[in-house]
Every structure is written in C-alpha cells, then in structure tokens.
C-alpha cells in the first residue's frame, strides 16, 4: 500500500504509479526482527508486547496485594482501595497534585475479565496502529490518548477509574484519522471500519451494568485522532522522524517518573484497608 495515497502497489513499485511518489519496505519488512530477543517478540509489535507485558506485571501485582492485606476478590475483582493506591484516576479535585495518576490508570485492570478484554484488543489494535504508523508515533498516540482520556475522566467523572480503553480508544482514533487524511476508496474502507468500532464502544459505555467510563474513552479517542491527524505514517526517509522519536523518549520517561512517584507515594500509605 503506498503510504501517500494508499492505493495498492505492487512490492516491486518504488515510485507509486497513482501519486508518483517514492516509496519503500513498510517499517515492518524493514525493522531488524532478530534483535528483540531473538525474534521472540516481533520488532513491529514491540510497543504493544511491552504494554502488554506491563498490564500483565501489574495486575498480578494489585491482585497479589489485594490478597495479602485481605480485601478480597483477588484476580476476579480488584478492590477500590489497592487500585487507588497502585495509582487508580481520582477526580480533578481531589488530585491535589498527583498528575501521575492520569498516567499509571491506564495500567490498571479491575479483574480478569477487564484485563482480557482490553489486552485482546490491543493485540491486535495496536500491532496495527504499530505496523502503519511506526513505534514512535504508535506510542505518542497511545500515551497522549492515556492521559487525554483520564483527564477528560477526571473532569466529568470523580470517582475511580482505571484501564487500558483510554489509549485503545486514541488507536481508534488515529485510524480514524488516517481514513479522513486520505480521501480515496481505501481510506473510507479504514474509516467506516474504525468508527464502527467507536459507536460499539460508546454505546456499551451507555449500559449501566457495563461500568464502563466514557468520558475516558471519548477523550482519548479524540486525542488520539489529534496526534494521528497530524503524524503521518514513516517514509522509508521521514525528515520528521527524528522529532518522533524524541517525542516517544518523553512519553517513555514521564511515564517511568508517574510510576516512581506512585511508588514513593505508595511506600509512605498508612494501612491500606483503612483508606
């Protein structure tokens, strides 16, 4: 597919005959697979195999905890109080600083089901956005949308909230971006699939047994849509991909400080079950 105009080429094509633009390998065909762990995990999906690892890592964390102090529930049903101290989203108000938490929610799962739920998506989902925007975009998209979505949350809904939609949501959104960015049968292709996917997901939020967060998910799929309006997917030269990959240390670096801050924070909790 060129990455201009989105028609389909052949692999021999290096100037798309559509667009007369010159083209290259996908960042998939070109990325070294053999140096991630012997090609264990594959490179096009490193962003997401790493999320996913660290939902996993997690959320055994928060149950295992749950389970030592005795608030029950276990892998099944997280309780409140170990979410909210593992760095759940609180309401604007009652944040009294604590940024990070628009962060570390976005890691969190309540239960079993939760964590399935969202890691399936994003199995998928994000080795998608992964292969046609690239790592470093992939990543900016996914972490903008996290704390995109959880500040919308925070705004319109004070109580908890934790999981991995608010950035699975901004994917959805940068898909649907590149659908409007390209005016041509196979953008509305991409486009009518992906907001089929949106309706779905707002709609389940309006069913109360769900408890589902909404406002989490319409914000991050609105900043998700921003950044991928805006980041075009990688040419085999991108004169910008330089500025991408610098974005993505940010974001990598902001999160490593939200989670040494919930750490410090956490270290210095009073009994947690009396929260």
Known sequence: MCPHCRAFITDKDKICPYCNEAVGPRYAERANVGAVIGGFIPHARFNTMLILL???????????????????????DIDGRVLYAFGAKIGLRDMDGQWWRLVTAGFLHGGLFHILMNSWVLFDLGAQVEAIYGPSRMWVIYFVATVGGFYASAVFNPGISIGASAGLCGLIGAMIALGVRH????????????????????????????????????GGMAAGFAVGYFARTPRAAGGTEGLWQAASWCCVILTVVSFLKMWLWFSHLPNIMSL
């Open 183 to 218: 005016q041509n049968p196979m953008g509305k292709a991409i486009r009518g699939m992906y907001v089929r996917w949106a309706v779905y997901i707002l709609l389940m939020g309006l069913l109360p047994f769900f408890n589902i967060d909404n406002a989490a998910h319409i």
């Open 54 to 76: 660290i939902n996993a890592g997690l959320f055994a964390a928060t149950a295992l905890f749950s389970i030592k102090v005795g608030a029950g529930g276990g892998f099944g």
